[in-house]
């Protein structure tokens, strides 16, 4: 037997159960995500030219990305303890830190995914500001180079999708984060999120019915680096044994299986196979589930992760 | 030059004298602390033994709240002592989330705190708040690199250990047990 008493510690947010990263962070690496996963199939759909075949995801779902990185931005500022500093993260570039890295990454995405937004929607920019030469000078530089935008989004579409998973993994002092699964499963997790999306409001058959399969095999995907989550973490070290605990008969176990896999991963995968075979299901209720299991997974590995310690 | 600090399980009392001292010299806001005291009691009647253990940073060599700030606010000083400039500290309480001691906390000013081996007094030749206010002088502190320290000689004659050695961070900080 054991027991432990801790005198003098009274630290909030940090003891006795550290909760120093609330939905402020979640919700970012969601909005990160998904905005990652649009960029990736802008970019992918493009370079494969098959902008007229498939026009909600290379050039329609882009309404979507700038104000999800802004919002997502504007969270992580929330976040920070000490506002006014924000913005010494961009007078230094810190190799091993993964909030650098997303930093300077979202610095660099948010601007390309404008410019993909004016090389189709100049149009919709208003009037009086369309007289702007400055403007129509950026919006014809993109339409001119698409390719080259199209590749470099599709680079850093990668890397912000896999960060939003690497930001918890490089917690060692976190043994459920620890594994670099995460950053592959949330980049999934993205892919699906806008996938649904794109299957919900594209108004072509084709593009519709080919997200529909896209997204089932990433929900497969997802399964399946779940499941390999929790291998890694069972064969991993007492303190990571006890960490995917939490989720197979501690307090997170009717969250994580009810809510993200199986309203978020299992359901949402019968009503798009079922879809496939003609049913007719209301197209509402797979982009809801999907975002709705994409949004509960961060915010559960999250609270989850400051829960699981050495 | 490498500070390090030992700790004598056999001789702390738990009394916290440490912990108000820390707070008192460090001002530290009301409802935070920099350190604190483990009792640990361990076994079954009869064969039961107890520990006392004052912690807190463990300034260690390879420190991952270093190595994860964005902004380069969290550093190593000479002497291997890990502190915060709070100018440069955003907030963003990733160094909170990466110490497997949970040393640190969030300031109410907004900035990462935690344990600096009071290096205000350490830089002027003083000991730590800590050590000089243990009533039982169970807290060594110097210069590990001069092997004429004393806490040189007590962690090189005395059995010792660190807290979760597992987590690879290479405390300076020894339990003498």
Known sequence: ?310 | MRYAMAIDTKKCIGCADCVLACNMENQIPEGFTRSWVVEMAKGEYPDTMLEFRSERCNHCENAPCVRCCPTGASFTTEGGIVLVDESKCIGCAACVESCPYDARFMHPDGYADKCTFCYHLVSEGQNPACVDVCPTKCIYFGDLDDADSEISKIVETRKSKVLLPEAGTNPHIFYLT
Not at chain 1, 20 to 37: D, N
Not at chain 1, 38 to 59: H, N, R
Not at chain 1, 211 to 232: N, S, T, Y
Not at chain 1, 279 to 292: A, E, Q, S
Request: aromatic share 14%.
């Open chain 1, 1 to 310: 037997m054991e027991e432990i008493i801790v005198i003098g510690k009274s630290n909030p947010g940090v003891y006795p159960v550290l909760d120093v990263w609330g939905w402020e962070i979640s919700v970012y690496l969601f909005l990160g995500g998904a905005a990652a996963g649009t960029l990736f199939f802008a970019a992918i759909g493009y370079l494969l030219g098959k902008e007229d075949a498939l026009p909600m995801s290379v050039k329609n779902a882009i309404h979507f990305v700038p104000p999800a990185l802004l919002v997502g931005l504007f969270l992580l500022f929330l976040d920070l303890h000490h506002k006014l500093n924000v913005w010494r993260l961009y007078t230094s570039f810190s190799l091993e830190s993964p909030m650098s890295w997303g930093a300077w990454t979202l610095l660099v995405i948010t601007p390309l995914s404008i410019l993909w937004w004016l090389s189709y929607h100049y149009s919709m920019v208003p009037r009086w500001k369309r007289s702007e030469r400055w403007l129509r000078k950026i919006s014809n530089w993109s339409v001119r180079n698409r390719k080259i935008l199209a590749w470099m989004i599709l680079l850093t579409s990668v890397v912000l999708g896999v960060y939003t998973g690497i930001l918890l993994s490089a917690f060692n002092a976190r043994p459920l984060w620890n594994s670099s699964i995460l950053g592959v499963l949330f980049f999934v997790s993205g892919l699906s999120v806008s996938a649904a999306l794109i299957q919900w409001l594209s108004a072509s058959k084709f593009e519709t019915a080919l997200f529909r399969k896209f997204d089932l095999g990433l929900i497969g995907l997802e399964i399946f680096l779940i499941i390999h989550l929790f291998m890694g973490l069972l064969s991993g070290s007492a303190v990571q044994i006890q960490a995917a605990g939490l989720f197979l008969g501690g307090p997170f176990t009717l969250s994580f299986w009810l809510m993200v896999f199986t309203l978020g991963l299992i359901v949402p995968a019968i009503a798009e196979v079922l879809e496939m075979f003609g049913t007719r299901v209301n197209k509402l209720v797979v982009p809801l589930l999907i975002i709705f299991g994409g949004l509960m997974l961060r915010i559960i590995i999250v609270n989850a992760g400051q829960v699981s310690s050495f």
